[in-house]
């Protein structure tokens, strides 16, 4: 999420590489943007026009994006974008099925952002795991908070400002794995990495990721003679 005081051109570059890397389908791919309203129009200008000129095609060739990992899972892709259209969802760019431009065959799908959504919107609240960006819009910093604990995943979230207060305040109050702060894939080896939620339970890294490997034994002794 990215409150008034953020950096605009950081909030969509971080957007940006969120869901776009590997196509959307990474665990923790930024799939949801909720933005102050005062932020919505220049953040999703630049946003749109990155996506819009991304070049898909094959992974050898070095492209922006490669392919979607299966026909079937483009299939499903495709069936919530149209869903979104039925729906009258406001399409920025993107919204449908494509090809490798040097060969006109592949699974690919369009980069493709989705603005001005509600919180009960299925784009919202399904998983898509594609190159979706799902956008939402709010005013006051309980209703961010609100919109982002709103869905039954919760493995990854960011939050973008300059109040360092704000930031750890809005952090804890997320229910989410991972939290990191004007960034998006920050961390490493040495930080517990695990979803809430239906993202799922236990940590793997970090010295909490050891838990897994080991089991507790307790042991009572009575002090009766």
């Known amino acids: 999420m990215a409150f008034e005081d953020a950096d605009p051109d950081k909030v969509a570059d971080g957007a940006y590489w969120a869901i776009f890397s590997n196509s959307g389908q990474i665990c923790s791919a930024g799939s949801r943007l909720i933005l102050h309203k005062s932020l919505r129009d220049e953040v999703l200008a630049i946003l749109t026009e990155r996506a819009s000129n991304l070049k ?61 959504l509600r919180a009960n919107d299925p784009a919202v ?40 207060g704000r930031a750890m305040r809005v952090a804890h109050a997320l229910d989410s794995g991972q939290v990191s702060v004007n960034d998006y894939w920050a961390g490493g080896l040495e930080l517990p990495f695990g979803g809430n939620k239906k993202s799922g339970y236990g940590r ?14 307790a042991i009572t002794i009575s002090n009766a003679s």
């Open 125 to 164: 609240q399904d998983e898509i795991f594609g190159p979706v960006l799902s956008v939402q819009n709010f005013e006051t910093e309980d209703e961010a908070v609100e919109l982002a604990n709103g869905t039954e995943f919760g493995l990854m979230a960011s939050v973008y400002t300059r109040d360092t």
């Open 204 to 217: 793997e890294k970090g010295w909490e990721g050891l838990d897994a490997y080991t089991k507790v034994k």
């Open 56 to 116: 898909v095609g094959h992974g050898l060739k070095n492209p922006d994006m490669g392919a979607i990992n299966s026909d079937l899972h483009l299939g499903r892709i495709k069936t919530h974008v149209d869903a979104a259209k039925a729906r009258g969802a406001n399409i920025l760019t993107g919204g449908d099925v494509t090809t490798d431009p040097d060969t006109g065959k592949g699974w690919f799908f369009q980069p493709t952002v989705i603005a001005d």
